[in-house]
């Protein structure tokens, strides 16, 4: 298996075009079963999990047609056509692989009047359930049934405008949710939404294809219902946890980069506390600049839905953080278990102890270079970030994790001068 080899301590400097953002790529993946006509995605990022959602929506009769394969070019133009869906049944395999795979759910059950998911097992990053989504269709008149290892959901006339009010904000089976009512018979309405902003770039790719939707952005989403959606074409959003990532990557190397196509009203939160660490954040015409003298104070996170601080984020900052010049207090809040970085970033010299949900990150002088390795995608990017300011060399193993959610990761940092490099084998 590669693994990714880090010799730590070059000041990373110069551009980091980010790419289209993972998790909005994967709601508007299955928001094309929700027309017959063709939905064109561009700037999709070129990650393992988009690949693998492709796949699966193949596995529906849905085609997929990706526009000039060109490797030097960031961004996909992905055209999905589900002329004739020929399976409501989301595969077991593909599952586990990636948990957003129950976001067919929705437009399965919206056009086709029934959907079958799998149940989902434990995840690496707690139990992460479904309960939420499968509420929520049973507001739209759905009658579920919980067999030993799949859910089926059905309609025999269609689903209907309902109430939905979720007692937690969920991302997924808010975009379930909003994905299913835009067919519905009648309004429905979402309360406690999560207001993330891929829910915003599929509620403007779904009103592109013919929906009507308001609240966008809020809390409370009011949808009334059409009898057909028609093909769009949409440009994904940029990915505002790239972006945060490598912000973190430029500041605890003392670096200054400038993050081509970041959106900073979609981090805020993120840039506000890089800002409280002493890390110096610009608009620029074409993106943010981050720079940093290296010297990173203490801050005190809690990660909460947005607009509040990403759990997204978390393991990078934590990574950040582990130089800072004092002791910071992290507090999770969405996940639990979502702490697998910290016994990695100790081997690496990090000083932190873990208590229930949070984390007392003591900054230390230095890091040094180890191997490392993590069990998931964040996580895995909080051992690069260390790996970069630490001394000596760092190797990161399992990179598919990386895979899943960096585009070409070593190639977009080497650029602005760090020294990383992918090597295969064991
Ligand atoms: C999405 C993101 C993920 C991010 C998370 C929180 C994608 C593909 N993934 O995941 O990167 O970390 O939002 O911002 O967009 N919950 C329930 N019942 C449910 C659903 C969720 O109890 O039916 C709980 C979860 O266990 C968790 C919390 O709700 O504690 C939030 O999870 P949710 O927002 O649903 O996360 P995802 O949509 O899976």
């Given amino acids: 298996m590669d693994k990714i080899i880090i010799k730590g301590g070059n000041p990373l400097s110069g551009k980091i075009q980010i790419s289209g953002a993972k ?13 017959e006509e063709p939905l064109t995605l561009r700037n999709l990022p070129r990650l393992a999990d988009v690949d693998t959602f492709g796949h699966l929506v193949n596995q529906l009769g849905v085609s997929t047609e990706i526009e000039g394969k060109r490797p030097e070019v960031f961004g996909r133009v992905m055209t999905l056509k589900a002329g004739r869906i020929t399976s409501t049944e989301a595969p077991a395999d593909i599952n586990r692989k990636m948990r957003a795979s129950v976001l067919v759910l929705g437009p399965l059950l919206a056009r086709c009047g029934e959907a ?21 269709m049973e507001a739209l008149g759905a009658e579920i049934n919980i067999g030993q290892r799949f859910v089926t959901a059905t309609t025999k006339s269609g689903l209907k405008g309902g109430h939905i009010v979720f007692p937690i904000v ?3 089976a808010t975009e379930n949710a909003l994905m299913a009512a835009t067919l519905a018979d009648g309004e429905t309405i979402i309360e406690n939404a999560a207001q993330e902003p891929e829910i915003t ?3 403007q790719c779904l009103i592109g294809m013919g929906a009507k939707i308001s609240g966008v952005g809020t809390s409370t989403l009011i949808i009334k219902g059409v009898t057909r959606l028609h093909g769009d074409t949409y ?7 790239e972006a945060g990532s490598y912000a973190c990557a430029a500041a605890i190397t003392g670096g200054d980069v400038e993050l081509v196509g970041a959106l900073p009203e979609t981090f805020g939160a993120v840039i506000e506390k890089l800002e409280a660490a002493g890390v110096a954040i610009e608009t620029t015409e074409n993106g943010i600049r981050v720079s940093s003298t290296g010297r990173i104070s203490p801050v005190d996170i809690e990660t909460q839905p947005f607009p509040d601080f990403p759990t997204d984020m ?5 990574a950040m953080l582990s130089l800072a010049n004092g002791s910071s207090v992290l507090t999770e809040t969405i996940f639990e278990n979502r702490y697998m970085h910290v016994g990695e970033l100790e081997r690496m010299g990090a000083n932190i102890q873990v208590a229930g949900r949070t984390a007392t990150v003591r900054g230390v002088k230095e890091l040094t270079g180890a191997p490392v390795m993590a069990t998931d995608l964040r996580a895995s990017m909080s051992l690069v970030i260390a790996g970069l300011a630490a001394k000596g060399e760092t190797q990161v193993l399992r990179v598919h994790h990386l895979d899943r959610g960096y585009e070409r990761l070593e190639e977009k940092l080497s650029a602005v001068g760090a020294d990383i490099e992918r090597v295969s084998g064991d």
């Fill in 23 to 35: 998790n909005a790529a994967l709601t508007l993946i299955p928001a094309a079963l929700l027309t």
């Fill in 314 to 318: 978390q393991a990078q900052m934590m």
């Fill in 201 to 203: 770039d599929l509620a």
């Fill in 116 to 136: 079958r998911v799998p149940l989902p097992g434990g995840c690496e990053i707690g139990a992460r359930p479904i309960d939420l989504h499968l509420k929520a």
């Fill in 235 to 241: 440009s994904v959003m940029s990915d505002r946890i």
């Fill in 170 to 172: 969920s991302v997924g």
